[in-house]
């Protein structure tokens, strides 16, 4: 995989979301599949799948976010002239 160009600030960002979903959002769908188990059967428990279904898309995005920071070139944007920082976030949002 090739480097993803971002900013501090993109970097900054992508880390505290990592540190949200993995301390705060994790633990609160484990907690949540617990007790939509103890509900019994799981076959028409709405509760479990919703939960279930958070925890894939949870850890898919940690996931994307751990890729993209392995991957990362942090450009500080303050050493680039004007012209070229254009064309830098031009790269960058072309996404």
């Known amino acids: 995989m090739s480097k993803i160009p971002m ?8 880390r505290t979301e990592l ?3 993995k301390q705060i ?8 599949i617990a ?3 103890e509900h019994g059967d799981l076959k028409e428990n709405a ?10 898309f949870c850890e898919g995005r940690i996931k994307d976010i751990e ?3 392995s991957h990362a070139q942090v450009i500080d944007i303050s050493h680039i002239e004007n ?5 830098f976030w031009r790269h ?3 996404d």
Do not use: F, M, N
């Open 7 to 14: 900013t501090k600030a993109g970097e900054d960002a992508l």
């Open 19 to 21: 540190s949200r979903l």
């Open 25 to 32: 959002e994790r633990p609160r769908i484990i907690q949540a």
């Open 35 to 37: 007790e939509a188990r």
């Open 47 to 56: 509760e479990y799948h919703a939960a279930r279904e958070q925890q894939g």
């Open 67 to 69: 890729a993209k920071l």
């Open 83 to 87: 012209g070229r920082r254009q064309d």
């Open 92 to 94: 960058c949002h072309a």
